[in-house]
């Protein structure tokens, strides 16, 4: 071959190959070997992979080179060679049997060759059999696919015998880069019925970009639902379909935020339909009726995608889904399919870039793997939605006011399977945020490791059994490397909405382990509805949950709790482990709030972190249920901070090992130096009526090592509950120990006078089991918490124990600069303060090596208000005696002299409290005082 043969022929193997996209080289130009003197040549080699249908024309290949013996044909033994020469073309053309062959053209006389590794595979125009596929070898094979797919003529969209294609297999890599795809099939136009065989080919740079100018391009008018929509991804919009082991690298889909502000406009209409979904995904935008997407073998497929878009739907009154309705939308963004119902998704290895970050933006549903799961019910032959054994990377570049819904897997799933994967989560939101007060609840955007929602509704079946097999339900699914940053946001290692009130969801044995910024943070999720079962099995390995979080309401497992959470408890009683460390957002004091304690407005009942959950409530009699877990838990920097439960409404607590590290909030600047903690408990904050503490073996360090120059305070602690405020509360055989300090309280409550004004009171209570208790008044617009007296007939506390535990009261009798707030101070060894009428036994609890040090000029002191008629008890510590009748057990109250007697049965003879003096903190034997000398 000649040198301009040779250039020329080189020329059309790369414009060929480039056109086909179908290649793989070795290298692509001819470089020729190194001319050395010591050096022999080396001959170099290109490979070119290269596919055909059945009939193409195979133009890389000339019969002179096989004539003057440049082009060898290897074919293997025992195999027919698949490509051969028309004499009358003067072409090589593929046959019609599937087959390969190498044919290596020979570039010049020193060894130097290109070969092309060609595969040949019949075509069937018609695609109606396995056999007989579609077959997309190139691009141009694609093309006319796409082609057939979105043409609306039955002409274009039928094929032999009017059937639609059936069968379609991708039988080579094929490279879409500089082109701006229009999606196959559409919710007008669905794809139907379709195997589409990726054979783990790859579907490289496909982009599709929708901007201000073309939308309108990708709009379909649905005659059938007068709507317009639009589905975006390789299919728009597939039913009772397989997609099955195609890959994707390098996909980018845009859909500029202005298009948004087009067909969100109550007025803009297409082709007179109102604009009403918007659905993104990179293998499909909608899928639907037994839509499998999928690998079929041991591999996993892939995905890569980077998106700047979201997902829409216009409500059926017509309104545009945005911050004006709080209705669930059916529509999403997804990294394999934006809508899914009734539909699989199964084998996938996900890795998603999102941006969605405008504010004007509203109601996104933003999943790795799926946007939004819907079901249709009406049909028990459907199959259930799934997503099985994927792995998802999802990052999102977020807003916390758009009110997006971000899943790691999905947002909202409903009757869904979700199990054996793998998700890392990273959202992160650049907003400036600071005022927690005035955020608008309409527009918080959530984001969550697995789900914004799971949940379930009953299927249309008189069999029970069936109806439960479609019930949600979330197994052996890991979270890792959660990092989520949304100061603004609500944000949960699982999910935000754990099932529904109505319809079960049950999660197994799943994991969260990374860390959490955001105005509302959880380790599991925000809500867990009554008819959600949480567990852990024996075959779990690890920590349940092992994170970081930081927020204004926090908690380690869930938020409001009305299910059941239990983990599980081997031989040797060890129980499932959850870590976390939890940071509050605190409570900077404004200088009115400071300096006068009237206005002291800080909303001590909304800011609260804790090591499980905030709130566990009773639901139609079903109580929320948490037991058999080990809670190790450091907490800080917050109003409200209890090692288990701010508030345990109504719930029931039971078989917890809880070791808890708690710090007070403190301020401290040039001019200030204040703690606004309010409330600390070693497993609750407050319990109420119905709530149970059972078997539960607490290990407390309350401000341990910290730097007492600073102020580390609270108003209400206790070992067990800080507040008891009303009747009907259990707390049984349960242990308390540690070691606890305070120097500073900021709160106090208000008490209305006979001429309706108030009086404000100070407060510090502490007791080794419960602080007070104290009910909650009607505060008629009062800043403070107005005490009111509790009823304790239906109340048990019983056989606990308090052991080895040293609570320090490190306060000095220092008398209010303003006469008309004097202070309620208690320490006890058991109980803090009574604020009741009732009695109560105590007598089978039980203590052992238990200090209190304190003040007690602070705690026992009596003193005249300035204009009062006599003197006011206020303070007391270790005990208190009305008419030689002991008013509370082990040094355990301090009570306003306002006639509540009561007699508490002691179990032993002596007040145990320590004798210290304002000039000198020193502990001293517990037993050394009797209650002479303390008086």
Known sequence: MNKKSFICSLVLSVLLTLSLGIYTLVSLFYVPSPKTPDKPYEPTNTTVQVAFRSGDIVDILKKSDEADGTLTFIVEEGKENPVSYNETTGKYVAGNEKGSVKAVVKINDKGDTNTYEISVYPHSDAGLTEDAPFIIANK????????????????????ANGDAIKYAELVADIDLAGDNWKPMGSYTYLVEGLTFKGNGHTIKNMTINVDTENFEEFIIADNADSVATMHLGFFGAVSNSHILDLNFTGAVINVASGVYDIVSASDYTYENFPFAYLNIGVVSGYASNNTVIASSGDKNTSVSARMNAFSFERLADGNYAGKKTSNLRYSGLGGVVGYVSNAQVSKYDVDINVINNVATVYDSNIGGVVGFMNADLSDATLVKNAIENCNAKLNVTAIYLNKARIGGLVSCALNTDIKDCVVELTVKDNTYFTEIEALDDNVITTASGVAQQVYSNDVASDDEAVKASFYSSVKNVAVKNLDINMRGGIANGVAHLAGRTKGFVTFTDVSVQGSVVAREAFGFAEVIQKTTTISYTEEFEGEAIDVTLTGSFAAGFGGFVYGTVYGFKDENGNKTKINADIVGFGAKLTEDQFNDYAERKIAYDNYYISGFATYLYTNDDTAANVSNFELNVSLKDSLNMAGVVYNNVSGAVSDLDVNADIISYNYKDTEYNYSTTYMIGGVACLSGNGSSIENVNVNLNVNKDVNKDLKYGTTFFGGLVARIQNNGVTLSNNSVSGDVYFNYTYYKASFMNADESYTFYDVFLAGGLVGSFTAYGNTDGQPQDEFE????????????????????????????????????????????????????????????????????????????????SGATTVNTLGYNKTENKFVHSYGAAAQLDEGFDRIVVLSGETTQITDVNAEMLSKASLNELNTETAQ
Do not use: P, Q
């Not at 009428?837 to 238990?850: A, G, Q």
């Open 789 to 868: 007296v509790v009823e304790l007939s239906n109340t048990e506390i019983s056989n606990n124990n308090v052991k080895d535990l040293s609570i320090v009261a490190d306060f000095n009798f220092d008398v209010m600069d303003n006469m008309n707030c004097v202070r309620i101070r208690a320490l006890g060894v058991l109980i803090g303060n009574i604020y009741s009428n009732d009695d109560i036994d105590l007598s089978s609890n039980t203590f052992d090596n238990v200090e209190l040090t304190a003040d007690l000029n602070a705690f026992t002191a009596r003193y005249s208000e300035s204009g009062s």
């Open 140 to 159: 141009a094979n694609l093309l006319e696919f796409a082609g057939i797919l979105n043409d609306g003529s039955a002409a274009r969209r039928t094929v």
